[in-house]
């Protein structure tokens, strides 16, 4: 039995071959999805963090630059480094964290409402449906990725 939460949307873990409102026309009985643990819900964040972070990266080092900051070394970037950023870094560092932060929402809602997973949710089976079993809509994966960021 599928879990939802406060949002409205449930996260299934089923097999690739069927979307949800397919599997419900294939049979007249109630369709069953199995809830994503935490462990597949991590590693589906880590594989969307390996393939988010370079673009990240590129583009807020890209906006340090255009805005006179200087780049950090490669083992100064880290958690340590973002504090920094927001804490001294001053309007250059504002908007380097908005532009960091844009593209992991932008990342985040546009494969949400496009095809219900992100890539690393495809890689492992796990894909985003509401309670009629189909995609979220734009709107409520707008919703969905500003609760994650809470």
Same mark, same amino acid.
Request: charged share 15%; with cysteine; net charge positive.
């Given at each position: 039995?599928?879990?939802?939460?406060?949002?409205?949307?449930? !996260?299934?873990?089923?097999?690739?071959?069927?979307? *949800?409102?397919?599997?419900?026309?294939?049979?007249?009985?109630?369709?069953?999805?199995?809830?994503?643990?935490?462990?597949?819900?991590?590693?589906?964040?880590?594989?969307?963090?390996?393939?988010?972070?370079?673009?990240?990266?590129? #583009?807020?080092? @890209? %906006?340090?630059? @255009?805005?006179?900051?200087?780049?950090?070394?490669?083992?100064?970037?880290?958690?340590?480094?973002?504090?920094?950023?927001? @804490?001294?870094?001053?309007? *250059?560092?504002?908007?380097?964290?908005?532009?960091?932060?844009?593209?992991?929402?932008?990342?985040?809602?546009?494969? %949400?409402?496009?095809?219900?997973?992100?890539?690393?949710?495809? @890689?492992?089976?796990?894909?985003?449906?509401?309670?009629?079993?189909?995609? *979220?809509? !734009?709107?409520?994966?707008?919703?969905?990725?500003?609760? #994650?960021?809470?």
């Amino acid at each position: 039995m599928a879990a939802i939460c406060s949002l409205g949307l449930r !996260v299934a873990a089923q097999p690739d071959y069927m979307d *949800p409102p397919m599997a419900q026309a294939a049979s007249s009985e109630a369709v069953r999805y199995r809830v994503a643990g935490f462990w597949h819900r991590a590693a589906t964040a880590l594989v969307d963090g390996a393939i988010v972070l370079p673009v990240v990266l590129l #583009l807020g080092g @890209v %906006t340090a630059l @255009v805005s006179g900051q200087e780049l950090p070394r490669l083992g100064e970037v880290g958690a340590g480094y973002v504090v920094q950023l927001a @804490v001294d870094g001053g309007a *250059p560092g504002a908007a380097v964290l908005i532009v960091a932060a844009s593209v992991v929402g932008f990342y985040l809602v546009f494969f %949400t409402a496009v095809s219900g997973r992100t890539p690393g949710q495809r @890689v492992l089976s796990v894909r985003i449906i509401d309670v009629y079993g189909a995609r *979220p809509s !734009v709107g409520r994966a707008l919703l969905r990725t500003a609760a #994650l960021a809470v």
